[in-house]
């Protein structure tokens, strides 16, 4: 069946940087792309980004911009997330979420979630 | 920077309906913002519901419906069950990037 599948939970210093994988199985991972999406304790999702697995092409939230990074590995069908220069207000659950595919991917939306990959900034 | 807002909190008794309303600070929401409703229970991770404003996906329970209303796009609970109570979210697509709406927590009572 379609899933992904996260990394375990983190804990990181103030300033630190922090990289959460996402590993995809049961379709072809270079035609769906992916997206990131967070959500702090007790807030609302809030999107991240997109990264294209054909080619690596990504396309950020400006909330992130500079400090955001997303990559893929076609031979382990993994995309990653790398977010630096942490702050206690990057606490959250972080979300791989698959999203549609082909030149009008953004008609299909979002459909499978992975099961959230929890970072903790702290002191 | 965009805003996306929903109702805070709606209360509809069982058997009852309801309708979630997602609007855009830019202006009224159309097909073109491809609009997805997304169910969140406690503790569990997201579950979409609709994609392109009216969409089911295969799980997605026959009572949700989602259309384009007033320059705002809504999502439509019928004949609602205990279960149905969440947060739903809306996710709005803004040509490239998106933006989630800031959730309506839905009580069943």
């Known amino acids: 069946q379609v899933q992904v599948v996260q990394s375990g939970a983190e804990v990181k210093k103030p300033g630190a940087s922090v990289k959460v994988s996402c590993k995809a199985s049961g379709y072809t991972f270079t035609s769906y792309y992916m997206h990131w999406v967070r959500q702090a304790p007790g807030q609302g999702l809030e999107w991240m980004g997109i990264?294209?697995?054909?080619?690596?092409?990504?396309t950020y939230a400006q909330n992130f911009q500079g400090r955001v990074t997303m990559t893929r590995v076609p031979s382990t069908s993994t995309v990653y997330l790398d977010l630096s220069s942490l702050r206690s207000e990057d606490t959250a659950v972080y979300y791989c979420v698959r999203g549609g595919f082909g030149r009008d991917y953004y008609y299909y939306g979002v459909d499978v979630w992975g099961q959230g990959t929890t970072v903790t900034v702290s002191s | 920077q965009t805003v996306v807002t929903q109702e805070p909190s709606l209360t509809v008794p069982p058997g009852g309906t309801v309708t979630l309303t997602c609007a855009s600070s830019?202006?009224?929401?159309?097909?073109?913002?491809?609009p997805n409703w997304i169910q969140q229970k406690p503790g569990q991770a997201p579950r979409p519901l609709i994609y392109?404003?009216?969409n089911k996906h295969s799980w997605t329970p026959a009572r949700f419906s989602g259309s384009l209303l007033g320059g705002k796009a809504t999502l439509t609970l019928s004949g609602v069950q205990p279960e149905d109570e969440a947060e739903y979210y809306c996710l709005l697509y803004y040509g490239g990037t998106y933006v989630f709406g800031t959730g309506t927590k839905v009580t069943v009572l």
């Open positions: 990264i294209n697995p054909s080619d690596g092409t990504t």
């Open positions: 830019t202006g009224a929401v159309t097909s073109g913002y491809y």
């Open positions: 392109s404003t009216s």
